[in-house]
């Protein structure tokens, strides 16, 4: 009797567009925090008042975020049990994010109503991941 079990070749393509998503979120942090005094001077003095106003807990919640995210989509790839957890709490921190974002702050007072349309798809993806995940775990593909 065998009894391998056979993981669909779309979740391992899938898990690699994942990394790929998440390693461009862990490029936009870094520019978040490595914006130098010169690039935003560029920017509208509304927009340079939302990075210079930014707490610290913030900038936290998006580093958690995208590290989680990143490394619980190389989790996926892997097939291990440590994806699951590390996406949630990625869409833990990206929520934190967000209401730092959309309710403490006037982000579309200041970027206009398509200031929703990339945090959506974040959040969107953020939970198919969770959702993909939970799949491969009931399927058992992840290895624990």
Do not use: R
């Amino acid at each position: 009797m065998n009894d391998t079990i056979t993981i669909p070749k779309w979740f391992k393509i899938t898990a690699i567009i994942a990394i790929i998503w998440n390693l461009l979120g862990v490029l936009a942090f870094f520019g978040h925090i490595t914006m130098t005094p010169d690039t935003l001077a560029t920017l509208s003095v509304a927009e340079q008042d939302l990075y210079k106003n930014m707490p610290l807990w913030a900038t936290i919640a998006f580093a958690i975020a995208v590290f989680s995210g990143l490394f619980g989509s190389i989790g996926l790839l892997l097939t291990k049990a440590f994806c699951l957890p590390l996406l949630v709490i990625s869409l833990i921190s990206l929520i934190i994010q967000d209401i730092h974002s959309f309710l403490m702050i006037n982000t579309i007072e200041v970027y206009g109503a398509q200031a929703v349309i990339m945090p959506t798809a974040v959040m969107v993806i953020a939970i198919l991941l969770i959702i993909m995940a939970n799949k491969a775990k009931n399927n058992h593909w992840i290895k624990h």
